[in-house]
């Protein structure tokens, strides 16, 4: 499947937070839990018989998401929203889908500091059920 992430703002993202590197190998498991977060979020517009994916649709929805910048490719998430089940996606999901990258992320960060190493590898990745 073609990757949901943008990867280098992630680095980024990891780099400013933690002053750490990321490893290649984190990525698949972010990618493959930013997927099932969608076709949940699709799965709930239905069941509302919405014809549009909203932030609301996500499960780890925030009120005011405060993002500064998008670390999903709205095109490719719109597109894979589209194209598996014709519906249609608001700015808001790619926001919700953000701070969903953001929340993984964090914690990486915080399950690599516990092991004492300066790398966010794929063994770091949890898939959060709240944001805390």
Excluded: W
């Amino acid at each position: 499947m073609e990757s949901l992430i943008v990867i280098s703002k992630v680095k980024k993202f990891i780099k400013e937070k933690a002053d750490m590197n990321t490893s290649a190998g984190f990525f698949e498991p972010l990618n493959q839990d930013i997927v099932k977060a969608c076709r949940d979020a699709m799965a709930h517009a239905q069941k509302l018989g919405r014809k549009t994916v909203m932030g609301k649709d996500f499960n780890l929805y925030v009120e005011k998401s405060d993002i500064q910048e998008a670390l999903v490719v709205a095109s490719k998430v719109k597109k894979l929203i589209k194209d598996e089940l014709g519906l249609s996606t608001s700015s808001q999901a790619i926001d919700q889908l953000t701070v969903r990258v953001q929340t993984i992320c964090l914690k990486a960060i915080e399950n690599a500091k516990a092991d004492k190493r300066k790398t966010v590898m794929d063994r770091d990745f949890t898939a959060p059920t709240s944001l805390t």
